[in-house]
T-cell receptor, first 115, second 112 residues
Framework: DTGVSQNPRHKITKRGQNVTFRCDPI?????LYWYRQTLGQGPEFLTY????????KSRLLSDRFSAERPKGSFSTLEIQRTEQGDSAMYLC?????????????FGPGTRLTVL | AQSVTQLGSHVSVSEGALVLLRCNYS??????LFWYVQYPNQGLQLLLK??????LVKGINGFEAEFKKSETSFHLTKPSAHMSDAAEYFC??????????FGAGTRLTVKP
């Protein structure tokens, strides 16, 4: 039983550089979510996909952030021109849309440090 | 707008004692409510969820939570704490399951 995986687990970058994270959801899940979690806070919703369509984006997702899910399977989150304030844990979750409430299963996260 | 408030950023109990982690929500419509646990350097794991069926929800690892509409609460309890319960606990609310709002978290410490 493979859960949600994220790569890399840790990323250290210099301010101004671009970074890209990858999320592989549970294979049959059609929904995929990205969250950001800063120290001492709960996760904050960034965006979500249903299959390959990006259906909702939080206002937290500035124009330096872009997420894709080109084939409805894995997803990437890119941050351009990173800033120190982007340092956080980036969490991915997936779920299977069905009747009732869909349970979101989380990956281990990618911890980003911007120097 | 929906949100959750977790009272107490840090709770400490002795092994074998009752665990009570508080969560209050604000939502204009009946919400879905969740409790997740996060161990160090790991993702979030679902403990339990409320979806308007039974108000007392039983989850994994002996945890349960009771939905009280009159108090807008969804507190998490466990009768007897175990050392392995030490972790960060997050309450979350959603009414459309697309946009889940998390509380700030409560760190549970279990003393031997």
């Amino acid at each position: 039983d493979t859960g949600v995986s994220q790569n890399p687990r840790h990323k250290i970058t210099k301010r101004g550089q671009n970074v890209t994270f990858r999320c592989d959801p549970i294979s049959e899940h059609n929904r995929l979510y990205w969250y950001r979690q800063t120290l001492g806070q709960g996760p904050e919703f960034l965006t979500y996909f249903q299959n390959e369509a990006q259906l909702e984006k939080s206002r937290l997702l500035s124009d330096r952030f872009s997420a894709e899910r080109p084939k409805g399977s894995f997803s990437t989150l890119e941050i351009q021109r990173t800033e120190q304030g982007d340092s956080a844990m980036y969490l991915c979750a997936s779920s299977l849309q069905g009747t009732g409430t869909d349970t979101q299963y989380f990956g281990p996260g990618t911890r980003l440090t911007v120097l | 707008a929906q949100s959750v408030t977790q009272l107490g950023s840090h709770v400490s109990v002795s092994e074998g004692a009752l665990v009570l982690l508080r969560c209050n929500y604000s939502s204009s419509v009946p919400p879905y409510l969740f409790w997740y646990v996060q161990y160090p350097n790991q993702g979030l794991q679902l403990l339990l969820k409320y979806t308007s069926a039974a108000t007392l929800v039983k989850g994994i690892n002996g945890f349960e939570a009771e939905f009280k509409k009159s108090e807008t609460s969804f507190h998490l309890t466990k009768p007897s704490a175990h050392m392995s319960d030490a972790a960060e606990y997050f309450c979350a609310v959603s009414y459309n399951n697309n946009d889940m709002r998390f509380g700030a978290g409560t760190r549970l410490t279990v003393k031997p």
